[in-house]
Nanobody, 122 residues
Framework: QVQLVESRGGLVQAGGSLRLSCAAS????????LNWYRQAPGKQRELVAA???????NYADSVKGRFTISRDNAKNTVYLQMNSLKPEDTAVYYC????????????????WGQGTQVTVSS
């Protein structure tokens, strides 16, 4: 079993910054992609940023130039640095990980964090 534990989000003013982290633990053999999603009230969950195990990154157009995803493979942790926050960034943020577990080296499982609320006030 694998657990993803996210850091606490928070309330920030527009233009402010916030850093989220998500640490994976458990029966991990390797972690391939690490991702951040978000879901605002009444909207579908959307991909915010992704990073492969080689460090390649991908961002939603709405956050390019403002958000930065990074990972620390030694700590099995992914980060999301959010700068120049806007009220429309308000959402519950979820991390996810594509994990090969020690119990089955031939399959990749997708795990999710519990979600953390980020609220940006205008």
């Amino acid at each position: 079993q694998v657990q993803l534990v996210e850091s606490r989000g928070g309330l920030v003013q527009a233009g402010g910054s916030l850093r989220l982290s998500c640490a994976a633990s458990g029966s991990i053999f390797s972690i391939n992609a690490l991702n951040w999603y978000r879901q605002a009230p009444g909207k579908q969950r959307e991909l915010v940023a992704a990073i492969t195990n080689s460090g390649s990154t991908n961002y939603a157009d709405s956050v390019k130039g403002r958000f930065t995803i990074s990972r620390d493979n030694a700590k099995n942790t992914v980060y999301l640095q959010m700068n120049s926050l806007k009220p429309e960034d308000t959402a519950v943020y979820y991390c996810s990980a594509n994990v090969v577990t020690t119990r089955n080296l031939h399959y990749e499982y997708l795990y999710w964090g519990q979600g953390t609320q980020v609220t940006v006030s205008s």
